[in-house]
């Protein structure tokens, strides 16, 4: 078939060169949705939103900076007479743009969870402008500004070969990741419990707004290998759909890499397509093989990095390579490259969320050095006319793999020192300024335990006070302009001091925590101590000090990202949704006890009622086999269905499904004193309402494919849930007197049924029941629902007095 394959007319090639280079183009595009879903399936929940906003801003950023490098480097072959129809350029430009975003966005998953947006924002444009497009141009072409260090002639007939970018993509993505992570430190663990856990309040979010760095230091990861394997737990669903979106998307990478639609090209595309996929699925199969040999256990999130892996080890040889050696090289890629590289930067304390450090910088080091040891299938190359310049070069008899590999080596130390040393002042720089701020925290600390005794023996004119005021205010000016907030003005109060200190003390607390509060680790590194402290000693650094490398602690424990001082529009949304939420949550939990555990007694007792009637023909058997209470899903199907006149039928109607129940369960403790207030409803209901209980939504079902959140226990049809500090809110609500009648109604038909069953002579004493010890446990639930009755009842009637008062006010009216 390739010695048959009909050429394709050259007046054709212009425009099949140019869909196939857009076609390609997009499925490299179509990849930042796999990096997204594959970086969002690996931080923690509270962190999703933030890194698909870095996703989305790395990839706009990335095309305006790698714009910027293009049109200045027109401009200069333009003034060197060497400028090309710009039309036909647009392209592969785009091409371009996609390769440079690839290796960008490298970053946001190894810096996930900590980064800053200002940060980050700025590492993408000096990417995107500078680092990536230099060395593209170095090894692509013999124009760029480092193509000597690629195409030099220290190796005769031997030069730097990557053919879609191993190396200068993915190993300098990498890299870049490494030394940026390593100046931002370890993600911190949250308190324990944190609101990921299921059945946690939402109540511990609030452990976060005072985030200030205890004694004994952040406890993070890799401090404990319990600790981490709790809190830090992948969504693998979104892991493999992130990794099926980048293989398919690794297609156009390497496939579009050939830029040209000929005979020869295509058939050249076809074999790095094949070459891709063998070295993936051998990727996939070496750290199965790991996990199966290694961790004896299967993670799914392992073998979906390996087959990456298997794929960034093959993109620099893929065209060169046969298919034994690319299902090799991607078979060492995911068994011992891969697996090493991951282990290497744990023990080195980097934490890298999704192990992007080790796929792209690891594995894409691998494959640029296995270019020295491949050649391809010259004979079938021979058949085609050579095929493409780079093949014929490694058929060539005087072609040697041992100058080969010098020349990758070289080429591959180029492209280390370039990105590192522009990735090291990039992000030092901010890791100065946020060093250099973070020295303000003595002053802020002292001047907040002072205030603190404001009133209880200390004046506002206490000369201790005041020096500790002017001397913050000349030190810092963050805390001059807290203090300008309240009237401060040069030495002083402008004019009376305030009134309420605790007003200051919480504004400065707030910004030592949001602005002065640091999680970097570098503040160990002597060096970096004392270059932040010169520049703090620069006044005209002050204002440059507002630039942070990560975000306040109190902002990556809740998930807030870079939020304002006083936590700004985002985090005050997010806490009134985590109050919502609480309210929706704490108040009905003693109801909601209360309710299941007499369900699942009626249950039981059913259970024991249809298998002591089994096989008797008696009246009371016969009594037994009818009555019952349908299972809570069971009721929540059929509700919608009934009419209201069936209420009382349904409240004794036959269940099937309760034979699968359990025991009898320990009856709870009693839930603590609640306080009842009434709520406002968008429908009234009446305490003698003849509705049924699915039909008024108390306890309902939920689908697993229903979409919309399961109304409350008190109803879906509640507008608000009002909470009130110091104590569990319980709103008043007829429906509960529904629900314990008709509980009430059918245990006392089932236990006058067991004591007649119970009696019969034909029944033995192993199979006859204890009624006293379910009628202790009904006693026991019954006593805590009518005292809670109660309770709403006498509420009820306060509220009523309290609304009819309210009303005779004009002023409230």
């Given at each position: 078939?390739?010695?048959?394959?009909?050429?394709?007319?050259?007046?054709?090639?212009?425009?099949?060169?140019?869909?196939?280079?857009?076609?390609?183009?997009?499925?490299?595009?179509?990849?930042?949705?796999?990096?997204?879903?594959?970086?969002?399936?690996?931080?923690?929940?509270?962190?999703?939103?933030?890194?698909?906003?870095?996703?989305?801003?790395?990839?706009?950023?990335?095309?305006?900076?790698?714009?910027?490098?293009?049109?200045?480097?027109?401009?200069?072959?333009?003034?060197?007479?060497?400028?090309?129809?710009?039309?036909?350029?647009?392209?592969?430009?785009?091409?371009?743009?996609?390769?440079?975003?690839?290796?960008?966005?490298?970053?946001?998953?190894?810096?996930?969870?900590?980064?800053?947006?200002?940060?980050?924002?700025?590492?993408?444009?000096?990417?995107?402008?500078?680092?990536?497009?230099?060395?593209?141009?170095?090894?692509?072409?013999?124009?760029?500004?480092?193509?000597?260090?690629?195409?030099?002639?220290?190796?005769?007939?031997?030069?730097?070969?990557?053919?879609?970018?191993?190396?200068?993509?993915?190993?300098?993505?990498?890299?870049?990741?490494?030394?940026?992570?390593?100046?931002?430190?370890?993600?911190?663990?949250?308190?324990?419990?944190?609101?990921?856990?299921?059945?946690?309040?939402?109540?511990?979010?609030?452990?976060?707004?005072?985030?200030?760095?205890?004694?004994?230091?952040?406890?993070?990861?890799?401090?404990?290998?319990?600790?981490?394997?709790?809190?830090?737990?992948?969504?693998?669903?979104?892991?493999?759909?992130?990794?099926?979106?980048?293989?398919?998307?690794?297609?156009?990478?390497?496939?579009?890499?050939?830029?040209?639609?000929?005979?020869?090209?295509?058939?050249?595309?076809?074999?790095?397509?094949?070459?891709?996929?063998?070295?993936?699925?051998?990727?996939?199969?070496?750290?199965?093989?790991?996990?199966?040999?290694?961790?004896?256990?299967?993670?799914?999130?392992?073998?979906?990095?390996?087959?990456?892996?298997?794929?960034?080890?093959?993109?620099?040889?893929?065209?060169?390579?046969?298919?034994?050696?690319?299902a090799m090289i991607g078979f060492i890629a995911g068994l011992i490259m891969y697996p090493l590289c991951s282990r290497l930067t744990k023990t080195m304390w980097l934490d890298d969320p999704v192990d992007a450090i080790a796929v792209h910088a690891g594995c894409g080091l691998l494959g640029v050095l296995a270019v020295g040891?491949?050649?391809?299938?010259?004979?079938?190359?021979?058949?085609?006319?050579?095929?493409?310049?780079?093949?014929?070069?490694?058929?060539?008899?005087?072609?040697?793999?041992?100058?080969?590999?010098?020349?990758?080596?070289?080429?591959?130390?180029?492209?280390?020192?370039?990105?590192?040393?522009?990735?090291?002042?990039?992000?030092?720089?901010?890791?100065?300024?946020?060093?250099?701020?973070?020295?303000?925290?003595?002053?802020?600390?002292?001047?907040?335990?002072?205030?603190?005794?404001?009133?209880?023996?200390?004046?506002?004119?206490?000369?201790?006070?005041?020096?500790?005021?002017?001397?913050?205010?000349?030190?810092?000016?963050?805390?001059?302009?807290?203090?300008?907030?309240?009237?401060?003005?040069?030495?002083?109060?402008?004019?009376?001091?305030?009134?309420?200190?605790?007003?200051?003390?919480?504004?400065?607390?707030?910004?030592?925590?949001?602005?002065?509060?640091?999680?970097?680790?570098?503040?160990?590194?002597?060096?970096?101590?004392?270059?932040?402290?010169?520049?703090?000693?620069?006044?005209?650094?002050?204002?440059?000090?507002?630039?942070?490398?990560?975000?306040?602690?109190?902002?990556e424990l809740s998930g807030l990202g870079a939020a304002d001082m006083d936590g700004g529009q985002l985090a005050a949304l997010v806490h009134r949704i985590i109050d919502t939420q609480r309210d929706r949550s704490t108040p009905h939990s003693p109801l909601r006890d209360e309710v299941r555990q007499l369900s699942q007694i009626?249950?039981?007792?059913?259970?024991?009622?249809?298998?002591?009637?089994?096989?008797?023909?008696?009246?009371?058997?016969?009594?037994?086999?009818?009555?019952?209470?349908?299972?809570?899903?069971?009721?929540?199907?059929?509700?919608?269905?009934?009419?209201?006149?069936?209420?009382?039928?349904?409240?004794?109607?036959?269940?099937?499904?309760?034979?699968?129940?359990?025991?009898?369960?320990?009856?709870?403790?009693?839930?603590?004193?609640?306080?009842?207030?009434?709520?406002?409803?968008?429908?009234?209901?009446?305490?003698?309402?003849?509705?049924?209980?699915?039909?008024?939504?108390?306890?309902?079902?939920?689908?697993?494919?229903?979409?919309?959140?399961?109304?409350?226990?008190?109803?879906?049809?509640?507008?608000?849930?009002?909470?009130?500090?110091?104590?569990?809110?319980?709103?008043?609500?007829?429906?509960?007197?529904?629900?314990?009648?008709?509980?009430?109604?059918?245990?006392?038909?089932?236990?006058?049924?067991?004591?007649?069953?119970?009696?019969?002579?034909?029944?033995?004493?192993?199979?006859?029941?204890?009624?006293?010890?379910?009628?202790?446990?009904?006693?026991?639930?019954?006593?805590?629902?009518?005292?809670?009755?109660?309770?709403?009842?006498?509420?009820?009637?306060?509220?009523?007095?309290?609304?009819?008062?309210?009303?005779?006010?004009?002023?409230?009216?």
């Amino acid at each position: 078939l390739v010695a048959t394959a009909p050429a394709i007319g050259t007046e054709l090639d212009p425009g099949l060169t140019i869909a196939w280079i857009l076609l390609c183009s997009f499925l490299v595009i179509s990849m930042q949705l796999g990096f997204a879903m594959f970086e969002v399936g690996s931080v923690r929940h509270v962190h999703r939103m933030t890194i698909l906003a870095k996703n989305i801003m790395d990839s706009v950023v990335s095309c305006l900076g790698y714009w910027l490098y293009v049109e200045v480097q027109a401009e200069v072959q333009s003034h060197a007479g060497g400028a090309m129809n710009d039309l036909l350029q647009r392209p592969y430009r785009l091409f371009g743009w996609a390769f440079c975003a690839t290796s960008v966005t490298i970053c946001s998953g190894a810096m996930a969870e900590r980064a800053h947006m200002t940060a980050y924002v700025c590492y993408a444009l000096v990417m995107s402008a500078i680092m990536y497009p230099v060395l593209a141009d170095s090894a692509w072409t013999t124009t760029g500004l480092l193509s000597s260090e690629f195409h030099g002639d220290w190796l005769p007939g031997h030069r730097y070969h990557d053919f879609a970018g191993s190396g200068v993509v993915h190993f300098v993505g990498g890299t870049a990741a490494a030394v940026g992570n390593a100046f931002l430190g370890r993600r911190i663990l949250r308190p324990s419990p944190f609101p990921d856990s299921p059945g946690v309040s939402f109540d511990n979010c609030q452990v976060v707004e005072d985030a200030v760095a205890p004694p004994e230091g952040w406890t993070r990861r890799f401090s404990s290998d319990s600790e981490d394997s709790r809190e830090f737990k992948p969504v693998v669903y979104l892991q493999v759909i992130g990794m099926l979106t980048l293989w398919v998307g690794w297609y156009g990478f390497n496939a579009g890499s050939t830029f040209c639609m000929d005979r020869v090209c295509g058939i050249t595309a076809s074999v790095v397509a094949w070459n891709t996929t063998l070295a993936a699925c051998a990727g996939g199969v070496g750290t199965y093989i790991f996990c199966f040999c290694g961790k004896k256990n299967l993670d799914v999130g392992l073998i979906c990095n390996g087959i990456l892996g298997g794929l960034v080890s093959v993109t620099a040889c893929c065209d060169i390579a046969t298919e034994f050696q690319a299902a090799m090289i991607g078979f060492i890629a995911g068994l011992i490259m891969y697996p090493l590289c991951s282990r290497l930067t744990k023990t080195m304390w980097l934490d890298d969320p999704v192990d992007a450090i080790a796929v792209h910088a690891g594995c894409g080091l691998l494959g640029v050095l296995a270019v020295g040891f491949c050649k391809p299938d010259c004979v079938s190359l021979a058949a085609i006319g050579g095929g493409m310049p780079a093949q014929k070069r490694f058929c060539d008899p005087e072609f040697s793999q041992v100058l080969q590999f010098g020349a990758q080596a070289r080429g591959l130390f180029t492209e280390l020192w370039w990105t590192a040393g522009l990735s090291v002042p990039l992000w030092g720089i901010f890791s100065l300024c946020e060093l250099s701020r973070a020295m303000e925290q003595p002053i802020f600390a002292a001047a907040e335990s002072m205030l603190a005794e404001v009133g209880d023996g200390r004046a506002w004119d206490d000369p201790e006070l005041i020096a500790t005021l002017q001397d913050g205010a000349r030190r810092s000016g963050l805390f001059r302009r807290v203090l300008s907030w309240h009237g401060w003005a040069g030495a002083g109060f402008s004019a009376t001091a305030p009134e309420d200190a605790s007003a200051l003390r919480s504004d400065l607390h707030q910004a030592r925590t949001y602005k002065i509060e640091t999680g970097l680790e570098v503040s160990r590194w002597c060096l970096c101590r004392k270059a932040a402290r010169v520049l703090h000693m620069c006044c005209p650094a002050w204002d440059f000090t507002h630039l942070r490398l990560r975000i306040a602690p109190c902002s990556e424990l809740s998930g807030l990202g870079a939020a304002d001082m006083d936590g700004g529009q985002l985090a005050a949304l997010v806490h009134r949704i985590i109050d919502t939420q609480r309210d929706r949550s704490t108040p009905h939990s003693p109801l909601r006890d209360e309710v299941r555990q007499l369900s699942q007694i009626v249950r039981n007792q059913d259970v024991v009622l249809r298998a002591l009637s089994r096989g008797r023909t008696t009246e009371a058997a016969k009594m037994a086999r009818k009555i019952g209470l349908p299972s809570v899903p069971e009721q929540g199907e059929r509700g919608a269905r009934r009419s209201s006149q069936d209420a009382g039928h349904q409240a004794v109607s036959g269940s099937d499904q309760a034979q699968a129940a359990q025991q009898p369960a320990a009856p709870a403790p009693l839930p603590p004193p609640v306080r009842l207030q009434q709520v406002e409803r968008s429908e009234s209901f009446s305490s003698g309402t003849s509705r049924t209980i699915s039909e008024m939504a108390v306890i309902s079902p939920r689908s697993a494919l229903e979409e919309t959140p399961p109304p409350s226990v008190v109803g879906a049809r509640n507008s608000a849930i009002c909470a009130s500090a110091g104590g569990n809110v319980a709103p008043y609500s007829p429906l509960a007197a529904d629900l314990t009648s008709q509980l009430l109604a059918v245990m006392q038909a089932q236990q006058g049924l067991l004591v007649a069953l119970s009696r019969t002579p034909s029944v033995s004493d192993d199979a006859v029941p204890e009624p006293t010890i379910i009628g202790q446990q009904q006693q026991h639930l019954l006593t805590s629902a009518i005292q809670m009755l109660m309770a709403q009842q006498d509420a009820q009637v306060r509220v009523s007095a309290s609304s009819s008062t309210t009303s005779t006010s004009p002023r409230r009216a």
